[in-house]
């Protein structure tokens, strides 16, 4: 039984590092691209999001179907919170945690997909705060999370290739 399970640890180790390699060729930064997940299973786990969300990209090509409930996730990795998709009116608590430095990394990330209102309860001090994300991912935050990362330029990086989005 002990086997077994050593068996199944490092056949996930090999598919995680397998997923790493795909990813760095997308050129997202170096440190966000550190992602744990399993990025071609968070697209398919996108069907959860897709009744608030979608995902456009910033020449307006439409990446994943989904309703407007929730802003546009292109970019959200390594955005600071609230502000990925300017044309989204956030909630004052959102931008407010985001104003005062909480970025979506893939810690705050997972915490706040899992549980929103716990979230910025915990972000903000204010225990009465609530998220109008109304959905709690039960499992595989951290594959989303690395599937989102693909969508992330490397603005960050000063000797990054990639030219402005307009
Ligand atoms: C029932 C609707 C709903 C569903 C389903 C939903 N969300 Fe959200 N989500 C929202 C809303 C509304 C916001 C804006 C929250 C605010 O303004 O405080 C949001 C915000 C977010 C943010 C923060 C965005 C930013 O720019 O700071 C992330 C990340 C996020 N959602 C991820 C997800 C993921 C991943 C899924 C699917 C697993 C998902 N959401 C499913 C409604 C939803």
Same mark, same amino acid.
């Given at each position: 039984?002990?086997?077994? =399970? ?9 598919? =995680?590092?397998?997923?790493? &390699? ?5 050129? &997202?930064?170096?440190?966000? *691209? &550190?992602?744990?997940?399993? &990025?071609?299973? %968070? /697209? =398919? ?12 990209? +910033? ?18 990795? #390594? ?16 931008? *407010?945690? %985001?104003?005062? %430095?909480?970025?979506?990394? /893939?810690?705050? $990330? ?5 549980? +929103? ?5 915990? *972000?903000? #001090?204010?225990? =009465?705060?609530?998220? +109008? ?6 499992? #595989? ?7 989102? *990362?693909? $969508?992330?330029?490397? /603005?960050?990086?000063?000797?990054? +290739?990639? #030219? /402005?989005?307009?």
């Amino acid at each position: 039984m002990l086997r077994k =399970s050593a068996l199944i640890a490092v056949s996930a180790a090999t598919m =995680s590092l397998a997923g790493w &390699a795909t990813h760095a060729q997308d050129a &997202a930064s170096a440190e966000l *691209a &550190a992602a744990t997940g399993d &990025a071609v299973a %968070g /697209e =398919s786990q996108f069907r959860q999001c897709r009744s608030c969300h979608m995902i456009s990209g +910033p020449d307006g090509e439409v990446i994943q179907r989904g309703s407007r409930v929730g802003p546009n996730l292109h970019g959200v990795v #390594g955005a600071q919170a609230g502000t990925a998709d300017e044309d989204f009116g956030y909630s004052g608590v959102l931008a *407010a945690i %985001g104003a005062e %430095g909480v970025i979506w990394d /893939e810690e705050n $990330f997972v915490a706040y997909v899992q549980n +929103p209102t716990h979230f910025v309860r915990a *972000a903000s #001090g204010n225990a =009465s705060a609530r998220s +109008p994300m109304s959905f709690q991912m039960r499992a #595989g935050a951290d594959d989303m999370y690395a599937y989102l *990362a693909q $969508f992330t330029e490397s /603005e960050s990086r000063s000797d990054g +290739p990639q #030219g /402005e989005a307009d």
